[in-house]
């Protein structure tokens, strides 16, 4: 694992940003499915620090993470990263 760019999910919870598949809204009603699914199968991680989920992320593991950001707002810190990443600088 080379250089592993980390991307706060919010209140100290932390994911590695290349193992993103998705960042989506909690609402729809497959979503739904997908996070009651994972936790049915002991793959869903809740790292909402008991506030409202509104998002929701899929990982390449099959693993699904609640968090209590916006998925605009961490959509935007994973780009911000791949952008770092890409250019060699801090963006």
């Known amino acids: 694992m080379k ?3 980390l991307v ?5 919870n932390i994911v590695q940003a290349s193992r993103v ?3 989506v809204g909690p609402d729809s009603a497959p979503i739904k ?8 199968r002991n793959l869903l991680i809740d ?3 008991g506030r409202k989920t509104r998002a929701v992320l899929i990982m390449d593991s ?12 961490i959509a935007h810190r ?3 990263d ?3 990443e890409e250019s060699g600088e801090e963006v």
Request: with cysteine; glycine share 8%.
């Open 3 to 5: 250089n592993a760019q």
């Open 8 to 12: 706060s999910i919010g209140f100290g």
């Open 21 to 23: 598949i998705a960042v």
């Open 33 to 40: 499915r997908i996070v009651q699914d994972a936790r049915e």
């Open 47 to 49: 790292a909402t620090c």
């Open 62 to 73: 099959e693993h699904v993470i609640l968090s209590g950001l916006q998925s605009e707002t």
């Open 78 to 80: 994973l780009c911000a």
């Open 82 to 84: 791949w952008k770092e």
